[in-house]
């Protein structure tokens, strides 16, 4: 530093303080360490900052000496002040009107963290700023974190509109799930078993998931562990995700142990296992899909029954999923060689109100299957009234319809309502060519082999995409090498 500066500074100041030897002394020590910090850069802020109780401070170390001395909480607002449109109308709307500083430094320190793209910022702010993103996982502007004087957030929030008074509003109510947190850890001290993990849970029970996961990972160990039997339902309520993940292993080595291990052996298994773990509906309905293929192996009849009622019974199977559950018996029975108790199966679950278009269609292919064509065109005909809105089914019925119905020397119509598929642009493209090639093989039957070849490049024409027409085309080259013409 130059001497002449210090001098300068020196004289201006004795004779404002006056000339005691100590008054020059200090103050011109002090402005020359003032002097050399800004010049070198090697302290961003001065040694102590005050902080205006109702002004946001970019000196995040000094907002929280002073929440803990005056014990607020604290809000961490991270914003992009020269290129953020949602930042500045949070600034223009909310941040900016006196009222609500006034209201909400009542219970906070304001910390601005910014992240400048248009103007030169202070390194030490920058790193500053840049260190308490890290720590909070911030990657979106205007974020507010809301953490109490110990760093540990109880709230995250966002622009939104409605004004400050919505935004107080906003604030005061995320403050009170930290008051409401402190309230119940207090209470749970001293505590234990059932009634700690109560109190444990109601203390963050209604903070965002996210932020319990994150910040509170050790209270949910300690609920989990209390709760380990699901006495409570706390287990399953904060260790879902975990246990989902153990019973998606256990499944994969249930599957496992059903392809390896002898029916009777791995059926055992299965059984203990599902005694010892609750799974959901749908992952039992999954494992005892594999048991029904063991079951199967043993030829067992009465137990391959007694598992498909269980299935159908399961809580959570409704719908499609129970009346195809309950077509899959209908038809092991017929493969058992159960055909008329197949039947009064199927007549007792229409009867009980679980009609459908599977059941009419499994109706229907029974009938076939007896020869009866008449009853089965009557059971497609009850499944056509309701299958427009499933085209899978709806091909299943037209072409089942239309075999029945050539059986019955009705050839004409039968290529008729094959026809009228075919043509329907609301139906997808394969399943329109696949009512085609339908009508070629009646039309084959019929020695109709003009016809049936016309039908094929059709299919093979409607086909909406190049790899659908390069199926359809090895399929029609198929049967034409089968059949000929």
Known sequence: MNLSIVTFFDFRTSQVLGSSKWCFTMVSRSLLIGFIALSTGWASFPRETRVDD???????????????????DIIFLFTGT???APCQKLEKEVLSEKDFLFEVSKHYVLVKLDFPRQTEQDPGIARQNKEYADKFGVASFPTLVLTD????????AAYE????QNYLALLEKARLLRV?????????EGKTGDERARLLDQAISEMREEIIGVYYPEIVEEIVEIDKDNELGLRKKWNAAADAEMRKVIMTDLMMISRVEKPERAINFIDEVMKEIEFSDSERLKIYQMKLNLVRQLKDDDRLDALL????????????TRQRLIVKKIYLMVGSQRQDEAMKVLEKAI??????MHLYLAKGE????????????EAYDEALKTARNNPDIMIDLVSSKADAMYELDDATGALTILDNFSEDTQMPSDLRAEALLHKAMIMRDMKRLRQARLAENRAIEISESPQERAEMQKIVDRLREKFGG
């Open 54 to 72: 109702q002004e946001f401070t970019e000196d995040a170390a000094a907002a929280i000496k002073q929440a803990i001395a005056q014990e607020k």
């Open 82 to 84: 020269d290129w953020c």
């Open 149 to 156: 004087n110990k760093l540990k957030p109880f709230a995250f």
């Open 161 to 164: 509109e409605g004004g400050f």
């Open 180 to 188: 409401n947190r402190d309230e119940k850890l207090k209470a749970a």
């Open 309 to 320: 009622d269980e299935m159908i019974s399961l809580e959570g199977v409704t719908g499609d």
């Open 351 to 356: 009867a009980d109100g679980d009609g459908s």
């Open 366 to 377: 029974l009938h076939a299957a007896k020869k009866d064509f008449v009853r089965a065109i």
